[in-house]
T-cell receptor
Framework: EAQVTQNPRYLITVTGKKLTVTCSQN?????MSWYRQDPGLGLRQIYY???????DKGDVPEGYKVSRKEKRNFPLILESPSPNQTSLYFC???????????????FGPGTRLTVL | ELKVEQNPLFLSMQEGKNYTIYCNYS?????LYWYRQDPGKSLESLFV?????AVKQEGRLMASLDTKARLSTLHITAAVHDLSATYFC??????????????FGKGTKLSVIP
């Protein structure tokens, strides 16, 4: 089954304790991205990756890191989480945007993070 | 910076009525997406609109794209309760770094009441 998986789905942590949210897709997609969703603000892009070893900042990258060492995985790293990073996080993937017939993005189930 | 504005942000409508959600964006793009999100769930793709004048329909929903006006509409026909959800439009554009970024509107929360 084609899917994007995220782990963990729920996480409560404390300020300053490093954490990683994993994201994996099985559709051989080149493009992967991370979003955070906050009430009244919609979804905002944190980081995205056009392919292996190619990553770029989205609209709200401060406090986050990513890596893309394999095509299928795109982990989101919070080195020193703070309470303002409490949010719902979504990973998404697609074939390369800009190509004729570009596909839509497929979203993971979400990770609800609370930083105390 | 690309701005994507949806209106209305909240919509309460009666079953059986028609209504339109609007999505305006601020810079040139030929690709616009509509998503649906149910409470506590992930986003589900509804439509991908890839060219000026594109129109797509699925059940009671119809989406259109006017790239010259930088406007997309999502029209709801004869609403039913099952359509209650939050609807997002999103636009992708070529960033200065030569890669594509996707920007979302803030969403329209639709409630269909009997």
């Amino acid at each position: 089954e084609a899917q994007v998986t995220q782990n963990p789905r729920y996480l409560i942590t404390v300020t300053g304790k490093k954490l990683t949210v994993t994201c994996s897709q099985n559709m051989n997609h080149e493009y992967m991205s991370w979003y955070r969703q906050d009430p009244g603000l919609g979804l905002r892009q944190i980081y995205y990756s056009m392919n292996v070893e190619v990553t770029d900042k989205g609209d709200v990258p401060e406090g986050y890191k990513v890596s893309r060492k394999e095509k299928r995985n795109f982990p989101l790293i919070l080195e020193s989480p703070s309470p303002n990073q409490t949010s719902l996080y979504f990973c998404a993937s697609s074939f390369k945007p800009g190509l004729a017939g570009a596909d839509t993005q497929y979203f993971g189930p979400g990770t609800r993070l609370t930083v105390l | 910076e690309l701005k994507v504005e949806q209106n209305p942000l909240f919509l309460s409508m009666q079953e059986g009525k028609n209504y339109t959600i609007y999505c305006n964006y601020s810079t040139t793009s030929d690709r616009l997406y509509w998503y649906r999100q149910d409470p506590g769930k992930s986003l589900e793709s509804l439509f991908v609109l890839l060219s000026n004048g594109a129109v797509k329909q699925e059940g009671r929903l119809m989406a259109s794209l006017d790239t010259k006006a930088r406007l997309s509409t999502l029209h709801i026909t004869a609403a039913v309760h099952d359509l209650s959800a939050t609807y997002f439009c999103a636009v992708d554009y070529l960033s200065g770094a030569g890669s594509y970024q996707l920007t979302f509107g803030k969403g329209t929360k639709l409630s269909v009441i009997p």
